[in-house]
């Protein structure tokens, strides 16, 4: 092997290593942001909420919607089926799920849900 070549096949390493270690660096710092926002966004939902403020008068709207869904803890019977409860409000309510996927969903198991209404309320 001739003496430029060692060095050349070097470079490539360190070329290889070097856009390896940047493109890790780049996904880490990307992770971090996004773990960085999401602890912004907790720690955000966690503080009081300042009265008179917009945020309360959004939060008293919240807890008016919840008083005329009413009760929904007697139709459950695990932290996990509340889970699930929650997510199909919310992806409803927000738009997540549209007017056709919602129908179908309630056509398909529309039987199975309402034995579970009776059984439970």
Do not use: C, W
């Amino acid at each position: 092997m001739r003496p430029y070549s060692i060095f050349a096949a070097a470079a490539l390493v360190f070329q290889t290593s070097a856009f390896q270690t940047q493109t890790m660096l780049s996904k880490n710092h990307a992770a971090a942001r996004l773990y960085a926002e999401a602890e912004a966004k907790a720690q955000a939902a966690a503080r009081p909420i300042e009265e008179g403020s917009h945020d309360e008068l959004m939060y008293a709207l919240g807890i008016n919607l919840a008083r005329q869904l009413g009760d929904v803890r007697p139709l459950v019977e695990s932290p996990d089926e509340m889970t699930h409860l929650a997510r199909g409000l919310l992806d409803a309510v927000v738009g997540k799920v549209d007017e056709l996927s919602q129908r179908e969903i309630l056509q398909r198991r529309g039987t199975e849900l309402n034995d579970v209404i009776v059984e439970r309320a």
